[in-house]
């Protein structure tokens, strides 16, 4: 499914998919598009087996050639493994953590002149005129270079693996319906792949400074309203990684 969460005159924010695709067997995941007048940004991009589908939904939204980034919050093949396609299908560029440029090669990547570091103390990153996506460094968190991603128009949070559930666990839909319900989907990944609750306040603290109304993460369902909240709260609290062994 795909699902245009935010729209005004000049810009979208677009839930391009859901998880639901059979090619990502146990691990599915979710993709998104930003559009801003005539250009257009890619975050996480999944697998080489999302490819025909996502194409078909983008192709809704904006052409190819107004495609001009793709965001990839970090390393794991769920979403570099279809980036060589959409390299040579785009013009765009690819932004990464600098931690992880030398690894990309391995993903039979050709146009590595085309691939940018993200510095750890993250960046803007200028999509169409007069718009900046939020480049957020979230190190640690699950890997030791992620970068989320804001988008200051639309007021969503692209949190990468933070906040991912594990699916299906839980009758909630496509937001967060019942918090307290939905922990058991998202409370083993977080202890097991968040590498402390240090790294975790760090990062709640910084949210905190921003107008998030949806955090999307890269995996389950999506926060918005009173469960954004109860999701920071969870995690500033939450003994993880270290601290459980």
Known sequence: MDKVLFENKTHRFILLGFGESKEELGIPSNQYLIVHDKKAAILDPGGFGLFPVLLSRVLKYTKLSRINAIILSHQDPDICGGLSIWLEMTEARAYISRLWMRFLPHYDIKQTDRIFGVPDEGMELQIGTGFRLQL???HFLHSPGQINVYDPVSKILFTGDIGAGILPCSENSLFVEDFD???PCIEGFHKRYMASNEA??????????????????QHGFLFKGEAVEKLLR???DLKCGVDLL
């Open 136 to 138: 957020i460094p979230a």
């Open 200 to 217: 975790l306040r760090k990062w709640v603290k910084r949210v905190e400074k921003l107008d998030v109304d949806i955090i999307a993460p």
């Open 234 to 236: 969870y995690l500033y």
């Open 181 to 183: 319900e939905y922990i």
